[in-house]
């Protein structure tokens, strides 16, 4: 079964190109434009990762971080990927799993979900 | 016609008693005297009250007999000159009045000729009382002028006391009017102290240290310096300007006596305490040098007498002048120790004026300064804020960028990968991706010039720092062929720095090194050293260096060299190493690598400028 990977991005093109490259990869990937959606998706089904932007419209992205991390094990992994670099060495950044400033190369974003997804262990499955 | 008439009819007589009356009544003495033999033939009534003798004695006398012993050869030559000349006029000789008194005279002589004998008529004056007068005249004379020259001595002394007193007041600079309070005390001729000694209070110790000293220890010295004393100086000023204490006195033993002089302020009974406890001019006189209370301070300054005057003010005490007469031993005399008073008032309140003078401008000082600071704060404030500004919207510029550049960059990157195959497409392709790649670092870079968080002030050890960013770089510096060697001191003083500024300092300067030497390969060395004020971090290449015209600009804002360079790197650097009160400097020339060098000083940046510059 391909890893189930959620990408919560309020930018169209860039969950277009995050789902093609994932896709490529061989990810289950989902694109979701709120927090809100990302909410019911994480509801509906366990992940593999989450891709999470800061800035989203209505509700921060930090803010679904703490939340998926107050779930201690039955969160799971999350790289804040933002245009931002200062959130590496903010509370949040120490919260996600990794923080990542946003480029059109995306071979540091695809090793960084690898390498954690790898380390994690699996969802309650 | 008439008169001889009267004259007939007139008896002879008559006319020898008439001239009779009238010669014994004129106020001279008359004196006749035969010119042959010299021997008085008659004399008046005047004549024989000036002789006191009558003229039955006088007359038959010689002339010369009614002179005194001594004076007759000169008698008779006067009469020898009188027969000679017809008529002398002196007044050189004295009558011999009985029993034996001189009477000063006046002698005038005519010779008569009458016919039958040459006779000689000798009128004398009694001028005894005008002499006396002259001599009175003269006496008074000498005493006007003798008083004229006291009094001129009066007031050279007190222009030369109003001339030392106008010039201390004048004078702002301690050593001067010590100076000049010395010389007054010791070098005019008025002054009656051959040595004196300015002890200073230091309130801190509660002491007075020898400060200034004048005059010579002893009667060699006296003789070397005494006679460069200018004898034609006639004012204080010309004195002082002639015989400055430094090239004076500069060899002069006074200077070893004063450096050894030191006294407690408050406690003991010497001189010095009692004048600074009394308030008033102490002087030990010789007979009680050997006081034990005195003995010490005799026998430091090697005399028996010595006058010691406090330096004081109203409302302060600033030391004391000890004199003395070391040389010529002479007794200490009052109008010396008022002189030596007076002066000391006029020096404490010049010392006092000084002071004063000197807490001000100090003052003065501290306020410009303060203000210069405070300007200079206002204008980097200003400037911050600016920056702040420009910064804030530069940030929101770049973060809004950086979104749709990620989306074409990703989507060409994914398109070069899928038209590898097709020559011409991939190529195109792989531009987008290289110029979107270019512009992504110049947005990193550009917000790291202006994005900086919260700047953090550690103590920081540079060799530290060193060891990681070579350690983080390893990797990709040893797949550039690129080797690094660490040359740090042991004993490298801490920093107070922003640590993470300074390791993208570093990460600038071996990546700028490493991408000279791509390709080619080479080395990268990281030293450090400890200057006196500064300490350093150099980072060397083997790299192919570069010209001066490359040089000159490799500070400015968006030059660069690298085909996929920000031209940011360096200028950032720069203005870290500026936050942080030093500098970044290069050497380089084509063929022989470069080296830059971090300059970061030994203490603290204190302004706040450097914190608010980020706010």
Redesign the interface.
């Known amino acids: 079964m391909k890893p189930r990977l959620l990408i919560v991005e309020d930018e169209p093109h860039l969950c277009e190109l995050y789902a093609l490259e994932f896709g490529e990869e061989g990810y289950d990937a989902l694109c979701v434009h709120t927090v809100a959606a990302a909410r019911e998706a994480l509801a509906a089904g366990p992940c593999a990762a989450v891709i999470l932007d800061v800035q989203l419209p209505g509700c921060s992205g930090l803010e679904l971080l703490d939340e998926i991390k107050q779930k201690g094990a039955a969160g799971c992994p999350v790289v804040l990927f933002s245009a931002y670099a200062t959130h590496r060495e903010s509370r949040a950044g120490q919260l996600a799993d990794a923080v990542l400033t946003k480029s059109g190369n995306l071979t540091e974003l695809k090793d960084t979900v690898k390498r954690i997804i790898s380390t994690t262990a699996p969802p309650a499955a | 016609m008439c008169s001889e008439t009267a004259m007939t009819q007139d008896t002879r007589s008559d006319i020898a008693q008439r001239y009779q009356f009238v010669v014994d009544n004129v106020s001279d003495a008359v004196v006749l005297v035969d010119a042959p033999t010299g021997a008085v033939i008659e004399v008046n009534r005047t004549a024989e009250a000036l002789y006191r003798q009558g003229r039955n004695v006088l007359v038959g006398r010689p002339f010369a007999e009614l002179f005194p012993h001594e004076q007759r050869e000169m008698a008779s030559l006067r009469m020898q000159e009188t027969r000679q000349y017809s008529y002398i006029d002196c007044d050189d000789l004295d009558a011999l009045a009985l029993p034996s008194a001189h009477v000063a005279i006046h002698l005038t002589g005519r010779l008569i000729r009458t016919g039958a004998q040459d006779v000689l008529l000798f009128t004398i004056r009694n001028i005894a009382s005008h002499r006396a007068l002259i001599g009175n005249l003269l006496a008074t004379q000498n005493a006007l002028i003798k008083n004229q020259i006291k009094l001129e001595n009066r007031i050279r002394e007190l222009s030369a006391l109003t001339e030392v007193t106008t010039r201390i007041l004048n004078t702002r600079d301690l050593d001067d009017i010590l100076d000049v309070v010395l010389m007054a005390v010791t070098l005019g001729t008025m002054w009656a102290f051959n040595r004196a000694v300015i002890c200073l209070h230091d309130p801190a110790t509660d002491t007075l240290r020898g400060t200034a000293g004048m005059g010579p220890s002893d009667g060699t010295e006296a003789e070397e310096l005494w006679p460069m004393l200018n004898p034609q100086a006639a004012t204080l000023s010309e004195l002082v300007a002639t015989c400055h204490r430094s090239q004076m006195f500069a060899e002069a033993r006074v200077n070893r006596l004063v450096a050894t002089l030191a006294f407690p302020a408050s406690e003991g009974n010497s001189p010095v305490q009692r004048a600074i406890r009394e308030h008033q001019t102490v002087v030990v006189p010789d007979d009680a040098c050997a006081l034990p209370e005195n003995a010490g301070l005799c026998e430091q300054f090697g005399v028996r007498s010595l006058a010691v005057t406090p330096l004081m003010s109203a409302s302060s005490f600033y030391g004391v002048i000890i004199a003395d007469n070391n040389v010529t031993r002479a007794t200490i005399l009052p109008e010396a120790v008022e002189q030596l008073e007076v002066f000391a008032r006029q020096a404490s309140m010049a010392i006092e004026n000084a002071q004063l003078y000197r807490r001000l401008q100090r003052s003065i000082d501290d306020l410009s300064a303060a203000n210069e600071e405070l300007k200079l704060n206002r204008d980097k404030l200003l400037k911050a804020e600016r920056l702040s500004t420009i910064g804030r919207v530069t940030a929101q510029v770049?973060?809004e960028i950086?979104?749709?550049?990620?989306?074409?960059?990703?989507?060409?990157?994914?398109l070069a990968r899928k038209l590898g195959r097709q020559e011409e497409l991939g190529r195109l392709a792989n531009i987008i991706?290289e110029e979107?790649?270019r512009l992504?670092l110049l947005l990193?870079e550009l917000?790291g010039y202006t994005?900086r968080?919260q700047p953090r002030w550690v103590e920081t050890d540079l060799g530290e720092v060193a060891r990681d960013v070579a350690r983080m770089l390893h990797d990709e510096l040893k797949s550039a062929g690129v080797s690094v060697a660490l040359d740090l001191a042991g004993d490298l003083p801490p920093v107070t720095a922003q640590r993470e500024h300074v390791e993208q300092v570093l990460i600038n300067l071996l990546r700028n090194a490493k991408q000279a030497m791509d390709g080619a390969g080479g080395a990268i060395s990281i030293s450090s050293r400890a200057e006196q004020t500064a300490v350093q971090l150099t980072v060397s290449d083997t790299g192919p260096g570069m010209p001066q015209e490359v040089i000159d600009r490799l500070f400015e804002g968006f030059f660069t060299t690298k085909r996929d360079g920000s031209g940011l790197g360096l200028p950032i650097s720069r203005q870290i190493m500026q936050e942080h009160g030093g500098d970044i400097s290069v050497s380089s020339s084509p063929g022989a690598g470069a080296a830059f060098t971090l300059h970061f000083p030994r203490t603290a940046p204190t302004s706040i400028e450097t914190a608010s510059a980020h706010r």
Not at chain 2, 402 to 414: E, M, S, V
């Open positions: 770049a973060h950086r979104n749709p550049l990620t989306a074409i960059g990703g989507f060409a990157r994914n991706v979107v790649d992504e990193t917000l994005r968080s």
